[in-house]
């Protein structure tokens, strides 16, 4: 059964939302060319560009006071130009080509050439044709009592700008449509960027349309879905089976001359901007940065690495209070770091460096003990890199970036050494109920964090056996007449055809895995999963 066009009934939309519709803002007349969003856009690209190319450069050239001013000035008046010509399309008008179908009442996206049932529809942010439409999640913690639920709701609603598209999600919680207007985030789906008793919040943007594979953009377009209103979904609750929906609380679909981003959070006290700098930088940077390991605890320091960042610790004003590590070094952000570093004796000559090698102010010398005993609770020695990054920017440039990435590639050697040698294919249970379905819905719900997951999940389904003209695979699956899982021997581009159709999204995480098919823009699958890691699904006989 097809969903619901958007335009059809929209009382039965609002049939169980306990607030009335908000009306859209006035719409603004326009006085310049469609174009000038365009040539603000490429504005602000050239800069970053520029950025870039000064960072990658050897020598460390950094900007004049004046050289800051002129971007800064530029910034404004090319935010200014676009606060004149906001978007006056509708939210359907600018998704419309980006929307998906949903099936089965999942959220996952229909398979070209297959008959589902459809119900609903995903938005996905990385197929549109702009980069300034950006959704505000907001998830209302699903323990509350629903009539809590609808109060927390109505009050978020009652605090945003009136000119806001608005969805109420399956559980009760929200997504606030809203302009870029270039507002830099960090990526795309900022998770958690404010955190209450009642309810988290999310930001989705297209800050990145393309993957990142070892430091490089490649053409392989990122997903980055939201659910879109009329959209359907089950979950089992209390041993049932419920139907959820999400459902346009406003009038979305025609919602247009949005609030911007930052109008949004500047009602909440929130801000998560990254100026143009940092963002240039983070993009250099990006594959470098990441410390926590698969299993989510803190990788250790090497020696090495630790030494040279105690060594960069100096001539730095330490404070008392703990401000943001890019504004300021606080007396508790070293104490966990130099905590963090396991070598005794590097971490003992760091602890002497502190008084000796810098100024602190007398707040800080005064707590000295305290704020010791605090960080010792908190060891993490990456946070030294940051404070580097921040505060002594000619040494971490030349000393502490090379290390990072001498350790980058370290750690990716080691790892692939790793599961060389730990992942041998389990024998296949036919009493295991999983199937190539729960996997597709694992992918597509974004549970698995690394390759090895995925491997191992597909060895509980699949093995194959070598040939002398052709290799034979056998494919676990469910066969109803039995009730009962089987094995069903197929030829290999049979069962490519079925991984093809499981798309990988790693949770929180940005794949280091080169596809065959990069070049064709093709997404990444359990295919390419299954092709990479090959030798170990292999059986004689």
């Given at each position: 059964m097809a969903t619901e066009e958007f335009s059809k009934d929209k009382s039965n939309q609002q049939t169980n939302v306990k607030f009335e519709t908000l009306e859209k803002g006035p719409k603004r007349k326009y006085t310049r060319k469609s174009k000038t969003d365009e040539k603000?856009?490429?504005?602000?690209?050239q800069m970053i560009n520029e950025q870039t190319n000064e960072q990658t450069n050897e020598q460390t050239i950094e900007p004049t006071n004046s050289e800051a001013a002129g971007i800064n000035a530029n910034r404004q008046i090319i935010e200014e130009k676009y606060d004149q010509q906001k978007d006056s399309k509708t939210i359907i008008e600018r998704v419309k080509d980006a929307m998906i179908n949903t099936v089965n009442y999942t959220k996952i996206g229909q398979q070209e050439g297959k008959k589902q049932q459809i119900t609903g529809k995903l938005i996905d942010l990385s197929l549109l044709d702009e980069d300034n439409l950006y959704v505000v999640d907001i998830d209302i913690h699903k323990d509350k009592p629903i009539e809590e639920i609808d109060k927390i709701r109505q009050n978020l609603i009652d605090s945003l700008p009136p000119n806001v598209g608005l969805v109420k999600t399956a559980h009760g919680g929200l997504h606030i449509y809203c302009n870029r207007n270039f507002y830099q985030l960090p990526s795309n789906?900022?998770?958690?960027?404010a955190i209450t008793d009642s309810y988290d919040i999310d930001v989705f943007a297209q800050m990145t349309k393309y993957k990142i594979e070892n430091g490089q953009e490649t053409k392989e377009i990122i997903q980055n879905r939201v659910v879109a209103p009329n959209t359907s979904i089950r979950e089992t609750k209390n041993n049932q089976r419920v139907t959820l929906k999400y459902e346009a609380v406003?009038?979305?679909?025609?919602?247009?001359?949005?609030a911007s981003l930052r109008e949004i959070l500047d009602k909440w006290n929130i801000d998560i901007e990254m100026s143009y700098e940092d963002y240039a930088q983070q993009q250099h940077d990006r594959i470098y940065g990441v410390q926590v390991n698969d299993e989510g605890t803190i990788e250790q320091m090497n020696d090495e690495?630790?030494?040279a960042c105690v060594d960069g610790l100096k001539n730095l004003e330490i404070h008392n209070y703990p401000q943001p590590i890019n504004m300021e070094v606080s007396l508790l952000s070293?104490?966990?770091?130099?905590?963090g570093?396991?070598?005794?004796?590097?971490r003992s000559e760091g602890m002497k460096n502190i008084r000796q090698f810098n100024k602190l102010s007398a707040n800080a010398d005064k707590n000295y003990r305290q704020a010791s005993s605090n960080g010792e609770r908190k060891p993490n020695p990456w946070i030294l890199t940051k404070i580097l990054k921040y505060h002594n920017k000619d040494y971490y440039e030349q000393i502490i970036k090379p290390l990072l990435k001498k350790n980058y590639e370290a750690k990716k050697k080691e790892k692939q050494i790793l599961i060389n040698q730990t992942l041998v294919p389990n024998k296949i249970d036919l009493q295991?109920?999983?199937t190539l379905l729960d996997m597709q819905e694992k992918a597509a719900n974004g549970e698995y964090e690394n390759e090895e997951q995925i491997v191992m999940d597909l060895t509980r389904l699949l093995v194959y056996y070598e040939g002398e003209t052709e290799d034979i695979y056998a494919i676990k699956g469910y066969d109803a007449i039995c009730d009962t899982q089987v094995l069903y021997h197929k030829l290999e581009g049979t069962v490519?055809?079925?991984l093809e159709k499981i798309n990988i999204n790693f949770k929180n995480k940005k794949t280091d895995e080169k596809t065959d098919d990069k070049k064709e823009s093709k997404p990444l699958t359990a295919k390419h999963i299954f092709k990479k890691y090959a030798s170990k699904f292999a059986k004689k006989g």
């Open positions: 603000a856009k490429a504005m602000i690209d789906r900022n998770v958690k960027v406003n009038d979305w679909e025609n919602a247009s001359h949005l690495l630790a030494q070293v104490f966990c770091g130099l905590y570093i396991t070598n005794e004796s590097i295991d109920v999983f490519y055809k079925q």
